[in-house]
């Protein structure tokens, strides 16, 4: 049983561009989270989704943010007009039904901005 | 104020010693208490998970919940240099995940 998926690994994008992060769950889970991680800070919630709804965004900045967790594929959380304040390490959780508060995390995409 | 507060540390301890993390909280609301362990450019995994108060063993590592004083806390039994992680305290009352920053903990041989 494969863990949480996240690709790329690393992502290096020039201002102004977008970043597309994936995140493929854990196999029976249907919930995904994404968090953002500055360097020697701890985890920002960002969004809670289910497939093909979206429970809570109160952690997404309003604009140039946003994610989906369509009923076949990865989550993705994308993010259009890259500024160098977006750089950090994006991770991505996901957990059972039911079992909402154990959360298993993938290994992250550490976004560049350059 | 944030709702959970973790001191940052670094927090150093050479190996074999008890070593004692903590957290304190503000909303009365939350059940759920857990301990993460990250490692540097990891993804942060889940050690101790507890509901309410009380404790719990695993091995080499206890958690403890104090509900009232509104603190947790987890203890590393003998430990090693392998244990040289961030350790983030994380609580909910419903699913969203409240985290604390991360102690930095090194065990120096």
């Known amino acids: 049983n494969a863990g949480v998926m996240q690709n790329p690994r690393h992502l290096v994008r020039r201002r102004g561009q977008e970043a597309r992060l994936r995140c493929s769950p854990m196999k029976g889970h249907s919930h995904v989270y994404w968090y953002r991680q500055l360097p020697e800070e701890g985890l920002k919630f960002m969004v809670y989704l289910q497939k093909e709804n979206i429970i809570d965004e109160s952690g997404m900045p309003k604009e140039r943010f946003s994610a989906e967790f369509p009923k076949e594929g990865p989550s993705i959380l994308r993010i259009q007009q890259v500024v160098r304040g977006d750089s950090a390490a994006y991770f991505c959780?996901?957990?059972?039904?039911?079992?909402?508060?154990?959360?298993?995390f993938g290994q992250g995409t550490r976004l560049t901005v350059v | 104020q944030k709702e959970v507060e973790q001191d940052p540390g670094p927090l150093s301890v050479p190996e074999g010693a008890i070593v004692s993390l903590n957290c304190t909280y503000s909303n009365s609301a939350f059940q759920y208490f857990m301990w993460y362990r990250q490692y540097s450019r990891k993804g942060p995994e889940l050690l101790m998970y507890t509901y309410s108060s009380g404790n719990k063993e695993d091995g080499r590592f206890t958690a403890q919940v104090d509900k009232s004083s509104k603190y947790i806390s987890l203890f590393i039994r003998d430990s090693q240099p392998s244990d040289s992680a961030t350790y983030l305290c994380?609580?909910?009352?419903?699913?969203?995940?409240?985290w604390g920053a991360g102690t930095k903990l090194i065990i120096k041989p």
């Open positions: 959780a996901s957990s059972p039904p039911a079992r909402n508060t154990e959360a298993f």
């Open positions: 994380a609580m909910s009352g419903d699913y969203q995940l409240i």
